[in-house]
């Protein structure tokens, strides 16, 4: 071996190590950590109350009132069931239990399912129960998820004083990205190009670029403004004088169709919450399309939210809708079928937040210093997908709560 090959050695074996450092420097080593305490739910129902209260009535602020008797416990799961029926004043029902003992800084985890139907609200989290929110004095809530199907994991940290402050919300979503794109080997000849999806709620598609095919290939940085001139002898069939854009409808007015095509990610389409989402672009006479991609979801402080969680693009040929590209995430994770791990570490310093063990969020711990009571709660609201009867009869599975304090 030769001593450039040497060196090309050390520095990939170098390049190895550094990573495989910081892959271990993200997730939690609980052999740094004593279990304290736990409840892995081996127990008949009715000792569900040893550890656990219930609330047993409305909520003002979600869809669903909640009881004890939605909170079941059977075979070693705790399920927290939703059904529809009238109680409390509400037309649904689902559970919501606390420990009734508090906890410190140290590592909260617990390993759930999620209700399998939007709509739900699965979450995991630490606030003070029976404290007043509206005072001068500062009370802390940590949502280590509050988890949305199918596969959407969302964070916060929450100080409530005289009406409440957040810090803001952040989703963490496996399998989904905020740029897609297709190629065709083959030039698709088309007058119209459909673009379709089932997400459960409204969502943004910043930038929707179908380009002529070119044998000089296509934009590969699709977050940038600039991708058009990125790539020489390109055109945007999207950004073409003669395209009509249509749609199925928009969240408010404005959001302007045509602002799918504009050429700026500042600005976006966002359709409407119910029913099937799509978007349409028909031009005169036949075009000759080779590759398709576009920009969904809304940024803030250099981090993409909300994304779609499946989308059909379709062509119009001889007559007829041929697909060219399809994506379902409910097919490649979903978390109503997969147990998941969600935790916290919190301490003095700072609050991490972690996904199967993986740490996804930081934030500085500046005001949660007061024990908290470990909740498990299933909601029903609109912000977290189309409320429908499909909600009926799912449930939130949680097999295990656990809390540890460093060694």
Not at 1 to 28: E, G, P
Not at 337 to 358: A, C, L, P, S, T
Not at 382 to 404: L, N, Q, R
Request: glycine residues 6%; contains cysteine; proline residues 2%.
């Amino acid at each position: 071996m030769n001593l450039k090959s040497v060196i090309v050695s050390i520095i990939l074996v170098f390049s190895f190590l550094q990573l495989k450092a910081q892959q271990t420097a993200n997730k939690i080593n609980l052999n740094e950590w004593n279990l304290v305490w736990q409840d892995e739910f081996d127990y008949s129902n009715k000792k569900l109350d040893q550890n656990w209260e219930s609330q047993n009535g409305p909520s003002g602020h979600i869809l669903c009132s909640r009881w004890r008797e939605n909170a079941v416990v059977k075979n070693g799961v705790l399920e927290l069931q939703a059904r529809k029926e009238n109680r409390g004043g509400q037309e649904w029902t689902a559970g919501n239990i606390w420990t009734k003992r508090r906890f410190g800084y140290g590592y909260f985890e617990s390993r759930y399912k999620y209700a399998g139907a939007a709509g739900t609200n699965n979450s995991f989290w630490l606030m003070p129960q029976g404290v007043n929110l509206n005072t001068e004095e500062i009370v802390c809530e940590l949502d280590i998820n509050e988890g949305h199907f199918p596969n959407e994991v969302n964070t916060d940290r929450h100080h409530h004083q005289s009406g409440g402050s957040y810090n803001g919300q952040l989703g963490y979503t496996e399998g989904l990205s905020p740029a897609y794109a297709h190629s065709f080997n083959n030039s698709i000849k088309t007058k119209r190009i459909r673009f379709s999806s089932n997400n459960s709620t409204h969502f943004h598609l910043r930038e929707f670029r179908i380009y002529e095919t070119n044998n000089n290939c296509y934009p590969t940085n699709l977050l940038s403004d600039n991708a058009d001139s990125s790539v020489s002898g390109l055109k945007n069939l999207a950004l073409e004088g003669n395209v009509e854009i249509t749609a199925s409808g928009v969240l408010r007015d404005e959001f302007k169709v045509n602002s799918v095509a504009d050429g700026s990610l500042s600005s976006s389409w966002v359709s409407q919450k119910t029913g099937e989402k799509w978007l349409e672009f028909s031009w005169p006479s036949e075009q000759s399309i080779g590759h398709i991609q576009f920009i969904n979801g809304w940024q803030k402080d250099a981090v993409w939210h909300a994304f779609i969680t499946d989308y059909k693009i379709e062509a119009e040929v001889n007559g007829e809708w041929v697909e060219l590209a399809n994506f379902d995430v409910e097919t490649k994770h979903n978390y109503a079928e997969e147990y998941h791990v969600y935790g916290v570490d919190w301490n003095v310093e700072n609050v991490k937040f972690y996904f199967d063990n993986k740490l996804i969020r930081t934030l500085p711990n500046t005001e949660c210093t007061d024990d908290l009571n470990i909740w498990l709660s299933l909601a029903i609201l609109e912000h977290a997908g189309e409320v429908t009867d499909a909600i009926d009869g799912t449930s939130m599975k949680v097999d295990y709560v656990k809390y540890y304090q460093k060694k």
